[in-house]
């Protein structure tokens, strides 16, 4: 069984208490400073003059993409407006081709 009477911390636990607190500490700002990353380096007018160049070669390469779709719809007519001409006259030739019920 374990003794009733209030146990107090003597000064040797103390100091190892804080002794391991301090360790971690130090432990957790070492390993934050180990795996920081590293400083980008500073862009010079080579690395700006090839990003500039990468930039217009995708602009480039999607007004390409674009015009290429948008001759597609113009060879094959997709417009909203054609079709929906094509959906009134298929309803209008339906219309006609029944007869009205007399009143």
Excluded at 47 to 58: E, L, P, T, V
Excluded at 71 to 98: D, G, P, W
Aim: aromatic share 8%; net charge neutral.
């Amino acid at each position: 069984m374990s003794d009733p009477k209030n146990q107090r911390a003597d000064g040797c636990s103390v100091f190892f208490t804080f002794l391991v607190l301090a360790l971690l500490l130090s432990g957790f700002y070492l390993a934050q400073r180990t795996f920081e990353p590293d400083v980008p380096a500073p862009v010079n007018e080579a690395i700006d003059s090839a990003r500039i160049a990468k930039a217009q070669a995708h602009r480039d390469q999607n007004e390409q993409f674009l015009s290429s779709v948008d001759n597609f719809h113009a060879e094959r007519n997709t417009t909203i407006e054609s079709s929906m001409e094509s959906v009134l006259k298929t309803y209008r030739a339906a219309n006609k081709a029944q007869p009205q019920p007399s009143k």
